[in-house]
């Protein structure tokens, strides 16, 4: 079983659309936990981080970490095409990164 | 504010030579990270430095990978010999590296170097 499972996509939706991207993850220990946009051929760039459980909001952004369930949540609400990316969710000390969910939002 | 410079973009080689990549990190951070993103994966730690010391290399396969970073700045990542499974994208990242939950996850990536083994 892999530290951090993410389910790659690709995910298309309508633009104005509500955006739900999600990992689930195994080790309890996990404190930090980050969400990363990556457009294609370049790096990724940090959109979001939360510490233990509980909602962070961000503009059209919102992570949720439900430790008890070990599983978080990126949302996007209003999505554009724009946000059409790769988005990896990444947590841990040491950074361990899920495989990626493609996102395409249609005009 | 200049970004984390990577080059070359691209690289081709065939399996058994050898390759280079080079990574600039921002200016006055002292973290830099680089990663092996395979296609359809997330990045993979290989190395992180914090100045010009190793702080962790256990998944940098040492008997073919390599990586230095003189003088606390710039860093070079080597593969020699090449293997097939190498072909990848090669991420360097910083970070100021400094005591604090933001700057110690908030990692700067540049734009990679897409290595192709034939």
């Known amino acids: 079983q892999k530290e951090v499972e993410q389910d790659p996509g690709p995910l298309s939706v309508p633009e104005g659309a509500i955006v739900s991207l999600n990992c689930t993850y195994s080790n309890s220990a996990f404190q930090y936990f980050m969400w990363y946009r990556q457009y294609s051929r370049k790096g990724p760039e940090l959109l979001m981080y939360?510490?233990?459980?509980g909602n962070k909001e961000d503009g059209r952004f919102t992570a949720q970490v439900d430790k008890s369930s070990k599983y978080i949540s990126l949302f996007i609400r209003d999505s554009q095409p724009s946000d059409s990316a790769t988005y990896l969710c990444?947590?841990?000390?040491?950074?361990?990164f899920g495989a990626g969910t493609r996102l395409f939002v249609k005009a | 504010e200049a970004g984390v410079a990577q080059s070359p973009r691209y690289k081709i080689i065939e399996k058994r030579q050898s390759v280079a990549f080079w990574c600039n990190p921002i200016s006055g951070h002292a973290t830099l990270y680089w990663y092996q993103q395979i296609l359809g994966q997330g990045p993979k730690l290989l190395i992180q430095f914090q100045n010009n010391g190793v702080v962790d290399d256990s998944q940098l396969p040492k008997d073919r990978f390599s990586a230095e970073r003189l003088k606390g700045v710039d860093s070079t990542l080597k593969i020699q010999p090449a293997k097939l499974e190498d072909s990848a994208v090669y991420l360097c990242?910083?970070?100021?590296?400094?005591?604090?939950?933001?700057?110690?996850?908030?990692?700067?990536f540049g734009p990679g170097t897409r290595l192709t083994v034939t």
């Open positions: 990444a947590m841990g000390f040491k950074t361990i």
């Open positions: 990242a910083s970070n100021l590296g400094l005591a604090g939950v933001r700057s110690s996850y908030e990692q700067y």
């Open positions: 939360t510490y233990s459980s």
